[in-house]
């Protein structure tokens, strides 16, 4: 005999009145793992989304503002494209994209536009609705990580790509010809430009390698040219005015943006708050769904528990005398009933687990759309939450367990 | 061995107090064999659980071995019942779930002892009582008789000094009530002492010697 041989035959011997409570705590822990899985999916799914969005940080020149960025006009407001580097080659965490560029305001058949340099690869990869139907630039997938030998390429200008470059699942357009302009639609239509018309800027011809797709954004009313190409045409050394960025909406929220201001002193960080806020508010949404959910479907399994251990504990209160008669202590009594919470706990947080992660590979498709997988690590998280729901809700039923006046039962025995 | 000083003890209800232990005094000696006697509701089951440490008194001082039980800590005071005291109930109060050698393991469960000495220990006091063939049966699948077997030898499972038994025959036949005191008297010759508490005044004569109480007085 010891303790959890005692407890164990104690549960063989009340099954149906363990079932109950059991039941309880197993259909708690089903629906949090299935809601926690299928969200945790949901989310991964929506934050690539929302990344397709485009950029959610900016990086301007001290002194620039938000406004400087959407009219382009920037004045003097300039700093190093060294910055790139700093950022790639920094320990920040989040940084999915970089898109360093430069705008200068020109005029083309007597009107006002926009001439703006661009590092091809990366600006394509941020800009998902650059893709054309069919595809003629892909995204490069993951997120968090921006690629060294890709940035360095296209700081060089060079073809030569790394294995991870050439891995994009579709043909990427990863180099803008030194003689080669992108044309925004609402500046393609205004000007009268085609595809494989020839432009001058500068002094210098430049040949329409593409009209590009109407964004609704101040994209469509530039022209994008090498950055390169465009920092020689107008003097300016190896300098940009803006650095786009697309950082994992988690990673802006746990700190990122500072790790950038401490990284770039004199340079201004600036969230694209709406773009941000969108993701994260998404993202708060839903977790204040599942916690809310999380919490009263707890309080309904400890609820039930605790009424289990309510009736254990008065129905056992004849044996809880005999045992202190015998020469149990308070404590022994105690640990009895904590430890069959604790196995109640384990056995519901356990058969929880496997039924959500069924319950969530099952329906996640259905309800939200998504392809759901397991995930082995919410096993520990839900036993874990089991047995603390589980001996919270017989913490009270255990004192009053712990507390029995043996003579009161003897006495009426 | 025990003594009881000036011991009283109040029952506090909402309407009435109830007065169920008034002054009493008593000393039994070492290898004692006493039985209390007395009408129902004279405190008699009162006094006996005061006496093992399980009901404080409103007054007064027991003692066992000359040491005030009830000034000991707690957790010093379940251990005076576990090792020096055995308790025999008159509904035997054996644990339903477990089987008759289960249910004699279980002092010796609470003192620590091993599995394998718990089982050899538990099944040698259940020969002693002739159950060596009913060890695997839970008290549901026992005889009354064979129940109060089961307790008899639960009670002696620590090897006691003390043996409190209450009402022990009061649910049996006159046989098993017979028998049940052959075994007390067995216990006595063995030295242990021996208190038990009866309202029949046939197996109080069995005892050594006789305590009456009377509204809770001993008289």
Redesign the interface.
């Given at each position: 005999?010891?303790?959890f041989l005692?407890v164990l035959?104690?549960l063989?011997?009340?099954k149906s009145q363990l079932l109950t409570s059991f039941l309880a705590i197993v259909l708690g822990i089903t629906v949090i793992v299935a809601v926690e899985t299928i969200t945790h999916f949901s989310e991964k799914a929506v934050a690539q989304e929302l990344d397709n969005l485009g950029a959610n940080v900016l990086i301007l020149p001290k002194g620039a503002t938000v406004n400087n960025y959407y009219t382009a006009d920037f004045g003097e407001y300039v700093m190093p494209e060294s910055y790139v580097d700093d950022i790639t080659t920094s320990q920040l965490q989040g940084v999915d994209n970089l898109s360093p560029k430069l705008t200068e305001a020109i005029t083309l058949r007597g009107q006002r536009v926009y001439l703006t340099g661009i590092l091809p690869t990366e600006e394509f990869k941020a800009k998902p609705a650059w893709q054309a139907p069919g595809g003629i630039f892909a995204r490069p997938q993951g997120c968090g990580t921006v690629v060294p030998g890709r940035l360095a390429r296209a700081l060089g200008g060079s073809g030569q790509g790394s294995a991870a470059t050439n891995a994009a699942p579709r043909p990427v357009v990863d180099a803008l010809g030194a003689s080669q302009v992108l044309v925004g639609s609402d500046v393609a239509e205004r000007l009268g430009l085609e595809v494989a018309g020839t432009l001058h800027i500068q002094g210098q011809a430049f040949a329409i390698q593409s009209v590009l797709p109407e964004t609704g954004t101040v994209d469509d009313t530039r022209i994008f040219a090498h950055l390169h190409v465009v920092q020689e045409l107008f003097h300016r050394d190896r300098v940009v005015n803006a650095i786009e960025m697309i950082g994992c909406c988690q990673e802006i929220s746990k700190g990122l943006i500072d790790g950038l201001n401490r990284l770039l002193p004199e340079a201004r960080v600036v969230t694209i708050k709406q773009i941000a806020q969108t993701q994260l508010s998404t993202n708060t949404m839903m977790k204040r769904f599942s916690l809310i959910f999380l919490v009263i479907i707890l309080l309904v399994g400890a609820v039930s528990i605790a009424n289990y251990m309510f009736a254990n504990v008065y129905e056992r209160r004849?044996?809880i005398?005999?045992?202190?008669?015998?020469?149990?202590?308070?404590?022994?009594i105690s640990i009895i009933f904590l430890l069959k919470s604790l196995m109640l706990g384990v056995a519901g947080g356990a058969v929880g687990y496997v039924a959500g992660m069924v319950l969530a590979v099952a329906l996640g498709p259905r309800i939200a759309h998504v392809a759901v997988l397991p995930l082995p690590g919410l096993a520990g998280w839900a036993i874990a939450l089991a047995v603390v729901v589980s001996i919270v809700a017989s913490a009270l039923p255990v004192s009053r367990a712990a507390q029995t006046d043996?003579?009161e039962i003897?006495?009426d025995? | 061995m025990l003594r009881a000083q000036n011991v009283s003890k109040r029952y506090v209800g909402r309407s009435s107090d109830v007065l169920a232990l008034d002054s009493v005094e008593l000393e039994i000696a070492k290898g004692d064999f006493v039985s209390i006697v007395g009408p129902s509701g004279s405190g008699k089951s009162t006094l006996l659980l005061t006496l093992g440490g399980l009901i404080r008194p409103s007054g007064g001082k027991v003692y066992v071995d000359g040491q005030s039980i009830y000034e000991l800590p707690r957790g010093e005071l379940a251990a005076l019942r576990l090792n020096t005291i055995g308790f025999v109930f008159q509904t035997f109060n054996l644990v339903p779930y477990l089987t008759a050698l289960e249910n004699v393991q279980v002092p010796l469960y609470l003192r620590g002892t091993s599995r394998t000495q718990q089982k050899e220990r538990a099944a040698q006091l259940l020969r002693k009582v002739g159950l060596e063939d009913r060890l695997d049966h839970k008290p549901a699948e026992l005889s009354v008789g064979q129940q109060q077997r089961v307790a008899l030898a639960r009670s002696m499972a620590n090897n006691p000094r003390i043996v409190l038994a209450d009402e022990p025959t009061g649910n049996v036949d006159p046989e098993l009530a017979d028998e049940m005191l052959d075994r007390l008297s067995d216990m006595h010759r063995e030295g242990v002492t021996v208190v038990i508490v009866t309202h029949d005044p046939r197996i109080a004569a069995r005892a050594a010697s006789q305590l009456r109480l009377v509204a809770g007085r001993i008289v």
């Open positions: 005999m010891n303790t005692l035959k104690e063989r011997e009340r004849r044996e005398g005999t045992l202190l008669a015998l020469g149990a202590t308070r404590r022994q043996p003579a003897l006495r025995a | -």
